[in-house]
């Protein structure tokens, strides 16, 4: 019996273009200031609605981030008394 695999033919110059894509060749991202936190959005995403990986798209990304930054920082600080109160239960018992 024979097998027939399919063969698999790297393009590098498209291959480095993906690997390369930083947010400082993003038009868009140059002057975002979420751009470090965000990265330009999914450059496949980008690729289907402008044809190319070099724009950015972060839906709705400013919109998620100032919803959800107060309810990670109301998590943080939480957890950082949970543990600083642990921290001095612990050396009231010595």
């Known amino acids: 019996m024979e097998r027939f695999l399919p063969t698999l033919v790297w393009d590098n110059e498209v291959l480095n273009s993906w690997r390369n894509r930083t947010i400082s060749q993003i038009e868009e ?5 979420y ?3 965000c990265g ?5 995403q980008a690729l289907e609605q ?6 950015s798209c972060c ?3 400013e919109e998620i981030f100032l919803q959800e ?3 990670l920082y109301r998590e943080i ?3 950082k008394q949970k543990q600083e109160l642990s921290i001095a239960g612990g050396n009231n018992a010595l």
């Open 77 to 79: 600080e939480a957890e």
């Open 50 to 55: 402008t044809g190319s990986i070099y724009s």
């Open 40 to 44: 330009g959005g999914c450059a496949q």
């Open 29 to 33: 991202c140059r002057s975002c200031k």
């Open 59 to 61: 839906d709705y990304f």
């Open 35 to 37: 751009a470090l936190l």
């Open 69 to 71: 930054l107060p309810i």
